[in-house]
């Protein structure tokens, strides 16, 4: 709790500015929300890198009675009947627990073992890369125009991902940038593209270039993200088991949150588990008060409005193309001086709008009032 009033919290920079990009090849608008605000009261967000930030979140796990096994990796479920009593590891050691709760990540092996789950299909998983980009504080503040520690976030939609399911970001570090894509792994499938070689097709995007220039990667890495959404969700209990965070396909791809919504399961898992001990009842029935914490939070009804917007896109094969390419149309013909009336600039987009057909606009960009 209040980790941001924690001078050992390896937080990287608080975020006063979000930026949406919607490119093409060539232009891209951009829509940005800068408010010191942001900072007000409980942070709104902050950049982190999780090497440092893990380690001291597994201290403070520590400093509350968690006892950490670092380097030793869960095997298996032990069972009793139906009930899961524990896990093996691979020391060949049985842990026995009232519950285990399974928040070992995307692939879950925990989870699949439980038999709560089926191995995941590449289309309910993005694969995201990301490149830590070594680069001076004062060049970071003064390239984003930003105060001294304060941070900024870019989201890129459009021709960044080209012509696959999913978008590119760029972060603000301490003194380094992270950049990074993330598209659905079975659209890498079908392009036969790598990630690194997504990655460096968007160094080159002229809405990133200027702002790297001069950077050293000191790190890449590349993962999986559950994309699925609550139609992937496995059940999230069972005698002596529940599961969280992206083991159970948490994260709302819409406004790129996962972290937030595996911290906020876990500490609810936690409150149901003590409730459970209180009783001395571990059953499914008991622990299924979990899902209605879940419920009665912000993280099902988020997933919940989300859950159809990609199909919803996907349904539009060239949506990520063709509404880029119309918002920089239309905001170039805005701001065009070239001797002509407004009125034409204005009947030229008018045109524009109208060979795609109103209609058929509102129809496709509905959906996305879910994600605005
Ligand atoms: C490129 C990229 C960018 C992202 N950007 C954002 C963002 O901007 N904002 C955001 O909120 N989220 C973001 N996410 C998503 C976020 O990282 C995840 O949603 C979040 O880390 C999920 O936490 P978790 O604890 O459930 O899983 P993880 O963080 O994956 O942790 C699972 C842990 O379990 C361990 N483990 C796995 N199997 C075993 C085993 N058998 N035995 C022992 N240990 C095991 C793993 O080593 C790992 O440490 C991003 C993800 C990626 C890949």
Redesign the pocket.
């Given at each position: 709790p209040e980790f941001w009033k924690d001078a050992a919290c390896p937080v990287e920079r608080p975020i006063v500015e979000q930026r949406a990009v919607l490119a093409t090849e060539d232009s891209f608008v951009s829509v940005a929300c800068r408010s010191r605000k942001f900072l007000e009261g409980v942070p709104n967000a902050f950049t982190i890198l999780r090497t440092p930030f893990d380690r001291w979140y597994a201290k403070k796990a520590e400093e509350a009675g968690a006892e950490l096994y670092a380097g030793v990796?869960?095997r298996g479920v032990v069972k009793d009947g139906e009930r899961i009593v524990g896990v093996k590891t691979s020391e060949g050691d049985e842990l026995s627990a009232s519950v285990v709760l399974a928040?070992?990540?995307?692939n879950s092996?925990l989870a699949q073992k439980a038999g709560l789950r089926p191995e995941l299909k590449p289309s309910e998983v993005a694969l995201?890369?990301?490149e830590v980009l070594e680069l001076p504080a004062e060049k970071i503040e003064d390239r984003f125009a930003l105060e001294k520690g304060e941070g900024a976030v870019m989201e890129l939609l459009g021709s960044t991902s080209l012509g696959m399911l999913g978008y590119a970001f760029l972060y603000t570090n301490k003194d380094s940038l992270a950049l990074?894509v993330?598209c659905k792994l079975s659209d890498y499938q079908k392009k036969g593209l790598r990630p690194s070689e997504h990655l460096e097709a968007l160094k080159k995007h002229p809405a990133v270039r200027k702002l790297i220039e001069g950077s050293k990667t000191v790190e890449y890495s590349s993962?999986l993200?559950p994309e699925g959404g609550l139609h992937s969700m496995p059940p999230l209990a069972r005698d002596g088991f529940l599961v969280?965070?992206?083991?159970a396909q948490m994260?709302n791809a819409a406004f790129?949150?996962?972290?937030?919504l595996?911290m906020t399961a876990g500490r609810l898992a936690g409150e149901t588990v003590a409730e459970a001990k209180a009783k001395n009842d571990f059953s499914r029935a008991a622990l299924s008060t979990y899902e209605e914490k879940l419920r009665a939070c912000y993280l099902m009804p988020d997933l919940e409005e989300v859950q159809d917007l990609e199909a919803a896109i996907e349904a539009v094969p060239d949506f990520l193309e063709f509404y880029p390419r119309l918002a920089c149309d239309l905001a170039r013909l805005r701001f065009t001086v070239d001797g002509q009336p407004k009125r034409e600039h204005m009947k030229a987009a008018w045109a524009m709008l109208r060979e795609r057909g109103l209609l058929r606009m509102a129809r496709e960009l509905w959906p996305l009032r879910k994600a605005l």
């Open positions: 990796t869960v928040c070992d990540g995307v092996m995201g890369a990301k990074g993330g993962h993200i969280a965070g992206d083991a994260v790129r949150e996962g972290s937030n595996a």
